[in-house]
């Protein structure tokens, strides 16, 4: 009777082992789930069903990781927005070009003929111009304006401006320093030619950016008497430049000088640019 117990519970036993067994052997997809199923995770997204694997990606492996956007170095711009082009560096202002008289080969050609018949010394130099819109297609290196004047240093001008100063410093200016100072002229000392720029404190083109424009610092005399363009107490000196002043206004279109603004100081500016009003400007 006991053998037999003991070999019920044996085989009860043995039973009990192979079910242990077969259930640890079975595949993962047949076991039971009798835990709790957790829930997901609030930022996970769900896996569409069927979806097409990423190009590139070998099917039934995961998707290689998105990499990170690079963090932003303290100092360094942010990132504009999508879409959003970065703004443009504001441009200066291009300078208003003033309308400009035409001008032939022929009257270029006969302009030279009457200085070289003054005795005036000059040489003919490249062409300037700039993207602004300076122009300056025939200009003129000015070194005498007469057998006896000289210009220092030379001057670069179009060849009508150094017509109209070399009749003025001939028939004018050496006129009143002998009758003033004593003495005739013997060159003059310029301050400016040919300058690509702006009017101080406008947009507008200088006449300078045309060769059309001469500063005048100072009138050196033939025994020596330099009369320098400025505000002075030597009164033969001051009657002397307030004259050629005056005279000026006329054979110039413009005629600028110590008084008329702070720029014009120290020199005397003329120029020959055409006034609506058909009058000279003179200050």
Known sequence: MKVRTLAKSLGVAAALIAAVVTALSA???RLPSKGPVPEPRADAQP???????ASGQEPGTLPHPTPRPAEPQPG???????????PEPSAAPKPEVPPRPPTSPAEEAACR???KAMGARFEEEPAQSDPSGCD?????????????IAVTPPALVNCATAEAVARFATGTVSRLAKEELGAGLKSISQASGYVCRPRNG???LSEHAFGNALDIAAFVLIDGQVVEVTATRNPKQS????????????PFKTVLGPGSDADHATHFHVDLAERRS?????Q
Do not use: I, W, Y
Request: hydrophobic letters at 40%; charged letters at 25%; one cysteine or more.
């Open 136 to 148: 300056f297609p025939r200009p003129l290196s000015l070194t005498a304006l007469s057998s006896d």
């Open 113 to 115: 003929q009457r200085l």
């Open 202 to 204: 406008t947009h507008k």
């Open 27 to 29: 595949p993962a997809d």
């Open 76 to 86: 360094a711009d942010a990132a504009k927005p999508s879409g959003e082009a970065a």
């Open 47 to 53: 896996a569409a069903p069927n979806a097409e694997p």
């Open 239 to 250: 009657v002397f430049l307030s004259k050629v002043r005056d005279a000026a206004c006329g």
């Open 278 to 282: 058909g009058k000279p400007f003179c």
